[in-house]
């Protein structure tokens, strides 16, 4: 059975910094990555690592966010910096099986940034 726990969400005033983790387990995967959620918008793709380590990042959090991954332990991390109440939303881990395409998701964690 295939699970993505996050954890290291929480209240941060702007400009902090708060450190996002994902636990994944019951298989391998090759793209892994964070997404959020504001409420009353579309879940976005925040940023994304390959298991080779090419990352790709959303315009709006270039230079602020750092993605990276662990593939022995089927780890996820998200580093984020210069946090802004713009970036106030659930944020979720997803990954992709290897071999199957199928995707996944944690339950999210929720981040709120005060101003």
């Known amino acids: 059975q295939v699970q993505l726990v996050e954890s290291g969400g929480g209240l941060v005033q702007a400009g902090g910094s708060l450190r996002l983790s994902c636990i994944a387990s019951?298989?391998?995967?090759?793209?892994m990555g964070w997404y959020r959620q504001a409420p009353g918008k579309q879940r976005d793709m925040v940023a994304t690592?390959?298991?080779?380590?090419?990352?790709n990042y959303a315009d709006s959090v270039k230079g602020r966010f750092t993605i990276s991954r662990d593939n022995a332990k089927n780890t996820v991390q998200l580093q984020m910096n210069s946090l802004e109440p713009e970036d106030t939303a659930v944020y979720y881990c997803?990954?992709?099986?290897?071999?199957?395409?199928?995707?996944?998701w944690g339950k999210g964690t929720p981040i709120t940034v005060s101003s």
């Open positions: 690592i390959t298991s080779g380590g090419y990352s």
């Open positions: 019951g298989s391998t995967f090759t793209t």
């Open positions: 997803h990954a992709i099986q290897r071999y199957y395409g199928t995707n996944y």
